[in-house]
């Protein structure tokens, strides 16, 4: 079971978001990777294998973590940051955080 | 262009039956699992189902022993059949390329998803 906190992050255009996943048990191999969601779109892949970002993610999305936690860190917040961010862990079965949404004031 | 794209969705009674399609192409469909993720509209997502690129199959518990996953590399589509149906299979529907290299032990996640299609399941 992956859970997500916090469940909604309101900030303003320049600041710093910070988002965590935490998992049951150790994630297999690392294998977790996040997603962000805008409305009525396909989720789209935003970091593989825990910290790589994904082809055309832009430098201001990062993110760490090992084992049980795991943190994406958004830098320079735009107004187009604004969707939900799911983390998955690809166990045996994969799984979904239930998300963060992220507002930009 | 990279593509997965769905089809099959539509409006179905309870306890019945749905296929869905998820057709690929611009990628070697053969070297890839491929998922199925839903979303109940306003939720958030669901993984479904995953079948390997050779063939071995998992399910998440709310669908086990209902719906049935399969590909055929010759049409490069994956399939999700969906046998007795209730309320809470409605959905948007996603294909989605798993890619895993398990040789250098990196995820680099569903990184191709279709557009949905979606299920509605009412009487």
């Known amino acids: 079971v992956l859970t997500q906190s916090p469940v909604t992050l309101s900030l303003s255009a320049g600041a710093t978001a910070s988002m965590s996943c935490r998992a049951s048990?150790?994630?297999?191999?690392?294998?977790l990777a996040w997603y962000q969601q805008k409305p009525g779109q396909a989720p789209r892949l935003l970091i593989f294998d825990t910290h790589n970002r994904a082809t055309g993610i832009p430098a201001r999305f990062s993110a760490t973590g090992s084992g049980t936690h795991f943190i994406l860190t958004i830098r320079d917040l735009e107004p187009g940051d604004s969707a939900f961010y799911y983390c998955?862990?690809?166990?045996?079965?994969?799984?979904f955080g239930p998300g963060t949404r992220l507002e930009i004031k | 262009e990279v593509k997965l794209v769905e089809s099959g969705g539509g409006v179905v009674r309870p306890g019945g039956s749905l296929r869905l399609s998820c057709t690929a192409s611009?990628?070697?469909?053969?070297?890839?699992?491929m998922n199925w993720v839903r979303q109940v509209p306003g939720k958030g997502l669901e993984w479904v189902s995953r079948i390997t690129w050779t063939g071995s199959t998992r399910y998440s518990d709310s669908v086990r022993g209902r719906f049935t996953v399969s590909r055929d590399e010759a049409e490069k589509a994956v399939y999700l059949q969906m046998d007795t149906l209730g309320a809470e299979d409605s959905a948007v529907y996603f294909c989605a390329r798993d890619n895993l290299d398990t040789n250098l032990k990196i995820y680099y996640g569903l990184d191709v998803w279709g557009l949905g299609t979606t299920v509605i399941v009412a009487s």
């Open positions: 611009g990628f070697i469909f053969d070297d890839y699992d």
């Open positions: 048990q150790t994630v297999w191999q690392s294998y």
């Open positions: 998955q862990q690809r166990g045996d079965r994969s799984t």
